[in-house]
């Protein structure tokens, strides 16, 4: 059983109305390349646009049901597709960084906001979500079990660990950074100890700070009737703008899944105690900070 996934990597327009119709376009040339789910990268909403000016960033925010998110809700069941669409969300405090998926019947999900915000530059106008959430994802010829995490989320190992605990199979990573070796090399990392299969859109060149090199990491290593490792990058797209679809064997991944011994096979979770201590900081930069 495979699954298809379309990565949305367009620049986006002006405004969040020239959004919606880019958008639902792109969603629209997924479905014509035979797409199960269609990815936005980062914030779509406002492409990923974040003023610094007090109460800038609010202005920019949406309501999960607001019309520009339900256009795409209504869009999912048209198409039957599946869509994964990114946006800047109202929030009581600051605004949070979120994604929606609905499935092919234009049913609501999974619902995540960026936990790992980049707090140290301008994302620090944002909130930062509370948890990692998965859900089945019906794409017609089957189930996968779907996560997410968002960009800077893809640094701490814990984002993907949390979520493969939780039993997803594959994570939908929206992203906004220039992906360059030691970003690429931390997805395939991620897919390599949790064998889960890491998804990431990006937008492409022309859009500040991103470079396209969308990819699908699909989380098998070796095959047991192969006797050489195999690269697990699906797909790497170019820089250039586009719609582009890369195809997850979900039956090789659950085999080398129930075989293989990375994951959760021989976790000691008891002697990860220090993990969950927010007293603890270690030593960073140099400086000892209190245990």
């Known amino acids: 059983m495979k699954i298809n996934i379309a990565f949305l990597q367009i620049l986006p327009g002006k405004n969040i109305d020239e959004n919606l119709i880019i958008g639902k376009e792109a969603c629209v040339k997924a479905k014509e390349k035979g797409a199960d789910i269609a990815l936005f990268p980062e914030m779509w909403s406002d492409g990923y646009y974040l003023p610094q000016e007090n109460g800038a960033i609010e202005s920019l925010a949406i309501k999960k049901d607001s019309d520009f998110i339900n256009e795409f809700r209504k869009l999912a069941a ?5 869509i994964g669409i990114t946006f800047l969300e109202t929030h ?3 605004p949070l960084n979120s994604i929606i998926v609905f499935d092919r ?6 619902h995540y906001s960026k936990v790992q915000t980049c707090a140290f530059d301008e994302e620090k106008v ?7 959430y998965v859900a089945d994802l019906d794409f017609g010829r089957g ?13 701490f190992p814990e984002s993907a660990r949390i979520l493969m605990l939780k039993g997803a199979e594959l994570i939908l990573a929206p992203n906004a ?5 030691n970003r690429l090399s931390a997805l395939r990392t991620r897919a390599y100890e949790n064998m889960l299969a890491v998804a990431t859109c990006n937008y492409p060149d022309g859009q500040p700070d991103c470079n396209g090199h969308s990819t699908l ?3 098998v290593p070796w095959l047991s009737d192969e006797p050489d490792v195999r690269d697990m990058c699906v797909m790497e797209a170019s820089g250039e703008p586009g719609v582009y679809i890369a195809t997850l064997d979900l039956d090789m991944l659950r085999t080398h899944r129930s075989n293989d011994v990375m ?25 000892f900070v209190h245990w």
């Open 92 to 94: 009581d405090t600051k």
């Open 263 to 287: 994951g959760d096979k021989y976790r000691r979770p008891e002697t990860y105690g220090v993990l969950a201590d927010v007293n603890v900081k270690g030593i960073i930069g140099g400086e």
């Open 217 to 219: 990491f699909d989380g």
């Open 143 to 155: 189930t996968v079990k779907i996560g997410s995490m968002i960009c800077f989320d893809r640094e």
């Open 177 to 181: 950074c220039p992906m360059e070796i």
């Open 126 to 132: 944002l909130s930062g979500g509370d948890d990692f």
């Open 105 to 110: 019947l234009g049913r609501e999900i999974l």
């Open 78 to 82: 048209e198409l039957q597709m599946a």
